[in-house]
C-alpha cells in the first residue's frame, strides 16, 4: 500500500500529539531538568473539550447555550475523550478499510499489485535488446551508403 494514504490519515494524531508536547513544554518549569519522572508525572493527553475550550472559549459558551441540557450531556460525555486516542483510532479504522479494500480489488488500491508485476529489473538477453527499436524480428538492417 502506498504511504501517502496512511500518512494523511495519521496527520490528525500527529496534531493531537504536538498539541500535547506544546502544552506540556509549556507547563514544564524552565529551571526543571528534563527526565522520565517529569514526563510521568505532567505530560497528559488533552481531551476534546479541553482543546476546544482552550483554543476558543466563545464558540464553546455558543454552543452550550444553543442545545437543550439533555442534549448537551451527550455530547459533553464526547468531549472527554482524548484527541490523541480518538486520532490513532480513526487512522487505525482507516487503514484496515484500506487493507480490506485492497484485498477484496475494490477503490483506489485496486492496480498496486499489477503495477508492481510489471516492472521488471532483470536484464533483457541479447536477441530481445537487439530488435527493440526496429519495428520487429522481420525488418531487416538499414545500410547507409556514404556519399
Do not use: C
Not at 58 to 71: G, I, T
Not at 102 to 131: L, T
Request: charged share 25%; net charge positive; aromatic share 14%.
Amino acid at each position: 500500500m502506498r504511504a501517502l494514504p496512511v500518512f494523511l490519515v495519521l496527520i490528525p494524531a500527529i496534531i493531537a500529539l504536538g498539541n500535547d508536547i506544546y502544552l506540556f513544554t509549556e507547563v514544564r518549569l524552565e529551571d526543571q531538568i528534563f527526565s522520565i519522572d517529569l514526563l510521568m508525572e505532567k505530560f497528559r493527553f488533552s481531551a476534546l473539550g479541553f482543546i476546544w475550550t482552550h483554543y476558543d472559549i466563545d464558540s464553546f459558551k455558543a454552543a452550550v447555550n444553543s442545545m437543550p441540557p439533555e442534549d448537551w450531556a451527550k455530547v459533553d460525555k464526547l468531549l472527554t475523550f482524548k484527541a490523541f486516542h480518538l486520532a490513532i483510532g480513526f487512522a487505525v479504522v482507516m487503514i484496515v478499510l484500506f487493507y480490506i479494500l485492497k484485498m477484496f480489488g475494490v477503490g483506489p488500491f485496486v492496480g498496486d499489485e499489477q503495477a508492481n508485476k510489471s516492472i521488471s529489473f532483470s536484464r533483457q538477453s541479447k536477441s530481445g535488446s537487439k530488435d527493440s527499436f526496429r519495428a520487429g524480428s522481420k525488418s531487416k538492417k538499414v545500410k547507409y551508403k556514404r556519399k
